[in-house]
T-cell receptor
Framework: QKEVEQDPGPLSVPEGAIVSLNCTYSNSAFQYFMWYRQYSRKGPELLMYTYSSGNKEDGRFTAQVDKSSKYISLFIRDSQPSDSATYLC????????????FGKGITLSVRP | DAGVIQSPRHEVTEMGQEVTLRCKPISGHDYLFWYRQTMMRGLELLIYFNNNVPIDDSGMPEDRFSAKMPNASFSTLKIQPSEPRDSAVYFCASNSWGRSYGSYTFGSGTRLTVV
């Protein structure tokens, strides 16, 4: 079992839809949880991060972490064609070891 | 800030040749990471440095891969000899791990094709 599993894609939704992206993980030591967005032929860029369990909202984006279930989610409200990209979840253990472990990513397409 | 700069953007080489990928991290960042991305395996961490010192190279697939960071502003990833299965996009990323968290800044990647 990989440390981080992400729902396979691709995912295609109409403009304005609510999108739910999910990841599960096996390492209970993970404390930092992040979502990266990657446009075609570009490097990933940080979209949101959360520390430990809870919710965090930023505009149309909401990140949720449920450490008891080892499950994280990213919700996109009122999705736009500009949201079309690959979304990768990433996680890290606290302390001196700052390496991130990524999910494989899911490609989202928002149809106008 | 110009961000993380990688070169070349594209590299096509023949099997058996040596390939050198280059990375300039963001000034002031004390961590540097090399990742490889493929459709099958996603983003895989190859090696990372802290203050120019290699910390974890457990992701380096085999002895054909080596990485160096001679100073805070430059790193190389070398593959010798290259093989077709090394074809992938190689990303360099840097960050500064503060008291709470750090976020990676990725370069635009080097797309390597070994024929």
């Amino acid at each position: 079992q990989k440390e981080v599993e992400q729902d396979p894609g691709p995912l295609s939704v109409p403009e304005g839809a609510i999108v739910s992206l999910n990841c599960t993980y096996s390492n209970s030591a993970f404390q930092y949880f992040m979502w990266y967005r990657q446009y075609s032929r570009k490097g990933p860029e940080l979209l949101m991060y959360t520390y430990s369990s809870g919710n965090k909202e930023d505009g149309r984006f909401t990140a949720q972490v449920d450490k008891s279930s080892k499950y994280i989610s990213l919700f996109i409200r009122d999705s736009q064609p500009s949201d079309s990209a690959t979304y990768l979840c990433a996680m890290s253990v606290t302390g001196a070891n700052s390496k991130l472990t990524f999910g494989k990513g899911i490609t989202l397409s928002v149809r106008p | 800030d110009a961000g993380v700069i990688q070169s070349p953007r594209h590299e096509v080489t023949e099997m058996g040749q040596e390939v050198t990928l280059r990375c300039k991290p963001i000034s002031g960042h004390d961590y540097l990471f090399w990742y490889r991305q493929t459709m099958m395996r996603g983003l895989e961490l190859l090696i990372y440095f802290n203050n120019n010192v290699p910390i974890d190279d457990s992701g380096m697939p085999e002895d054909r891969f080596s990485a160096k960071m001679p100073n805070a502003s430059f790193s190389t990833l070398k593959i010798q000899p290259s093989e077709p299965r090394d074809s992938a996009v190689y990303f360099c990323a840097s960050n500064s791990w503060g008291r709470s968290y750090g976020s990676y800044t990725f370069g635009s990647g080097t797309r390597l094709t070994v024929v």
